[in-house]
């Protein structure tokens, strides 16, 4: 992406002509990485106004997100009114924020890719989820995290800022959270999406899909949102000449992670898939008749990668390409590991 010769002017212009999501979020994105000397104190207000009214009003994830970074950038931090129940319905794309300030997003494309490979499956269009879902923008933070258990001891080396993602989770302790934010959320305990076993422990009610509560994403749920509809190992395509502006990771994050949100959002509007900290997934699904059922063999997956990976396909941190399940002989939380949150929208039985 080619930044040290724009027109600001004449993008600026262009965003209030444009109509096509990609090139508006694309425009956004060149913008703010733009050098702030060509911006008069005039021409950052035009763009602060042009990206606010996107961030508020375009119905595409990866405008909303785009303008979101873009406005970040130049030290603006807007927000969105929570939606409401009946503006929530009868959406089937899109995103909305939550009353807790997150943005989640209801991805366009929900094909189920059934293998990691870095093709698309001959057979991905036969295979639809017969739910729909919404995943959170970005991974939960400190911040978030430690209104659920404000004890928690996590590694602040790796995450310094209250914005960065929270790391040392464990498998159980995700859910577990899920369930605390549901009730937060005004919802019910009928509404969340895990029981808790006679050792403690949680797992997935039998209608986990039917209930209206968070949730980890499922590991198809979570490739859906991280690919995009692209068959490439990165949203963004098949070469690292991008990476640094999608991920931290090995070569750029200095060993640590870095508050969410910081880099750029993938097509459909979702930050730090690749790098950053590695998210825990539900296992993945066996079927949902007459009740869900999952592998539930002692190994989980977390992906995406994290502050120390690299696109090398084996090593401790897992890897950064979307394409790629790292699978952990155990649900112990590691200085990598952390989440984001999904839920469904609607299921048909």
């Known amino acids: 992406m080619i930044t040290n010769q724009v027109d600001p002017q004449f993008l600026i212009e262009l965003l209030s002509e444009e109509s096509s999501a990609p090139a ?5 994105l060149v913008l703010g990485s733009s050098d702030r000397t060509l911006f008069s104190e005039s021409l950052r207000e035009q763009l602060a106004d042009v990206a606010l009214k996107h961030f508020q009003n375009h119905p595409d994830p990866e405008v909303h997100s785009a303008s979101e970074w873009v406005l970040n950038q130049f030290g603006e931090h807007p927000t969105v009114s929570p939606s409401t129940p009946e503006e929530l319905e009868n959406k089937r794309f899109g995103w909305y924020v939550t009353t807790f300030g997150d943005t989640m997003v209801i991805p366009n494309e929900q094909a189920v890719f059934s293998d990691t490979s870095d093709e698309t499956p001959e057979n991905a269009d036969d295979e639809k989820l ?3 879902f919404a995943i959170c923008t970005k991974e939960v933070t400190v ?4 209104k659920f258990r404000s004890n928690f001891r996590y ?3 790796v995450s310094p800022l209250p914005k960065c993602p929270i790391n040392e989770i464990n498998h159980d302790t995700a859910m577990a959270y899920c369930n ?3 009730v937060q959320d005004g919802m019910t305990e009928e509404d969340c999406c895990y029981e808790v076993t006679a050792k403690g422990r949680h797992k997935p009610f039998h209608d986990f899909f039917e209930r209206k509560g968070y949730r980890l994403p499922l590991e198809q749920e979570w490739e859906i949102g991280a690919r995009a509809g692209t068959s490439t190992p990165f949203s963004f395509g098949a070469t690292n000449e991008l ?3 999608y991920a931290w990771y090995l ?4 060993q640590h992670a870095h ?3 910081s880099l750029f959002p993938n097509q459909n509007g979702l930050f730090d898939v690749s790098g950053n900290i590695s998210e825990w997934c539900q296992s993945s699904l066996v079927s949902v008749t007459p009740s869900v059922s999952f592998d539930d063999s002692a190994q989980v997956s977390s992906r995406g990668g994290a502050y120390r990976s690299s696109t090398a396909l084996s090593q401790p941190f897992g890897p950064l390409q979307a394409t790629t399940k790292y699978e952990l002989s155990d649900r112990h939380g590691q200085i990598f590991t952390g989440f984001r949150i999904a839920k469904t929208i609607s299921f048909a039985k």
């Open 243 to 245: 990476l640094n502006r």
């Open 143 to 146: 911040e978030q995290f430690m």
């Open 24 to 28: 508006i979020a694309a425009t956004l």
């Open 259 to 261: 508050p969410v949100g």
């Open 251 to 254: 070569e750029n994050s200095e």
């Open 180 to 182: 605390w934010l549901t």
């Open 155 to 157: 590694n602040d080396i």
């Open 130 to 132: 017969r739910w729909s």
